[in-house]
């Protein structure tokens, strides 16, 4: 309790210092805008009066040649009106001190750690199905108009297809294309229909060949429903995504709504599946974004989050123009039960690996 206690504190003190940094970059951001305005305003004030003093002289007659007329009484002198009182200064109020991140304590099973957006399959670590497929969702009459599906049984995850649906649309908003296709047979697949297609591929070219592109039935990331394979189908003809140029910078999008080229070329020999350019894999926004920047594959990424765990360094990213917080804790090495610490008060979600815990994502807000 007292290691749980001391570990609350030094986490909540790290995360309202960031707090309190962007409350007072934001209010020295007030500060200036109050003060310009004050000069503005003292600019402006000065200058009618300058204009109200000119504007009471008797302007010459040009041509008049009678001399004026002297009054032997003296007006009297006018007085400027008093000048107003200056407004005194306005500050800007003291900062409120932010209210102070607590946290709170997750128990999660280890049936918890087999889902999410980061579970890593493959040949190590396979995939746990599921009692049912509700979690699922048919993109036929749920599809963005930015692409184009190869048969109408195609099932995604909800946040992939979200996820793919506004990556699509903003990339027919910048180009006007609309010839992305997600290819027939390349999202959800049971392991019924990964084990057909399996076969179907070895007895093509032999299972050694096989292997290198089609995953056995249980280890298949497209069990997740979380990845796709896309192409390009313009006039009557089927195209790899590089195989055009327009459509080849489509993946930036895909990499701004939280997906990752899955199997890269470079990385092979970790992911131990051939250079596919058309298999993308929803992780979520912050994680896409770490990835790609740092060149790391899925698996190179979950052992990279082992080392930011919850009472020690955390790692940051921001994505989109949001601040995330993300660390890792380990499954408890008895039990079925692992306690995880989530803030309380921020937004934040919590994936397992499918392998030996889970990664807590903490929304901090918008960054500065």
């Given at each position: ?17 960031r ?10 951001i007030?500060?200036?805008l109050?003060?310009?305005?004050l ?9 009618l009066?300058?204009?109200g003093r ?10 008049d ?36 991140v607590?946290f709170t ?8 750690m087999?889902?999410?957006p980061?579970?890593?399959?493959n040949?190590?670590?396979p995939y ?15 599809r963005?108009?930015?692409?184009q599906?190869?048969?109408?049984q195609e099932k995604?995850?909800q946040?992939?297809?979200?996820a ?7 990339f ?17 697949r049971?392991f019924?229909?990964?084990e057909?297609?399996?076969?179907k591929?070895?007895?093509?070219v ?6 290198k ?7 298949s990331?497209?069990h ?16 790899q995504l590089n195989a055009?140029e ?6 930036t999008y ?15 020999q970790?992911?131990?599946?051939g ?9 979520g ?12 594959c899925l ?5 990279t989050l ?5 009472d020690?360094?955390h790692?940051?990213?921001t994505?989109g ?18 306690t ?15 392998m030996d ?7 901090l807000?918008r960054?500065?």
């Amino acid at each position: 309790m007292n290691q749980n206690y001391h570990q609350n504190t030094a986490q909540s003190r790290r995360i309202n210092e960031r707090l309190r940094r962007r409350r007072r970059r934001r209010a020295g951001i007030v500060i200036f805008l109050l003060a310009a305005i004050l000069i503005a305003l003292a600019a402006v004030y000065v200058g009618l009066l300058i204009r109200g003093r000119d504007d009471r002289r008797d302007p010459p007659v040009d041509g008049d040649t009678t001399p004026a007329v002297i009054e032997t009484t003296a007006a009297p002198e006018t007085t400027a009106a008093p000048e107003t009182t200056a407004a005194p200064e306005t500050t800007a109020p003291p900062e409120t001190a932010p209210a102070p991140v607590t946290f709170t304590t997750l128990n999660l099973s280890r049936a918890e750690m087999l889902r999410g957006p980061l579970v890593l399959v493959n040949s190590s670590f396979p995939y746990t199905f599921p009692a049912n497929e509700k979690h699922l969702v048919n993109l036929y009459g749920n599809r963005s108009r930015g692409y184009q599906l190869g048969s109408a049984q195609e099932k995604l995850a909800q946040n992939a297809l979200d996820a793919l649906n506004r990556a699509a649309d903003a990339f027919m908003a910048a180009t006007g294309e609309t010839g992305l296709l997600v290819s027939n047979n390349g999202t959800y697949r049971s392991f019924d229909a990964q084990e057909k297609l399996y076969m179907k591929r070895v007895d093509a070219v032999g299972e050694a060949e096989a292997a290198k592109y089609v995953a056995l039935p249980g280890v298949s990331e497209h069990h997740t429903g979380l990845a796709f394979d896309l192409a390009v189908y313009v006039d009557g003809k089927t195209y790899q995504l590089n195989a055009l140029e327009t459509y080849s910078g489509f993946p930036t999008y895909l990499v701004e709504q939280g997906f990752v080229l899955r199997y890269p070329a470079n990385k092979v020999q970790v992911t131990g599946i051939g250079y596919e350019d058309w298999h993308f894999r929803y992780v979520g926004i912050p994680h896409a974004k770490y990835m790609t920047e740092n060149n790391l594959c899925l698996e190179e990424y979950l052992n990279t989050l082992r080392g930011y765990q919850f009472d020690g360094t955390h790692l940051l990213v921001t994505a989109g123009g949001v601040d995330y917080e993300i660390w890792y804790a380990p499954v408890a090495a008895e039990g079925d039960i692992t306690t995880v610490m989530v803030p309380n008060g921020l937004p934040y979600s919590v994936s397992g690996n499918n392998m030996d815990g889970f990664i807590v994502t903490v929304m901090l807000g918008r960054a500065q």
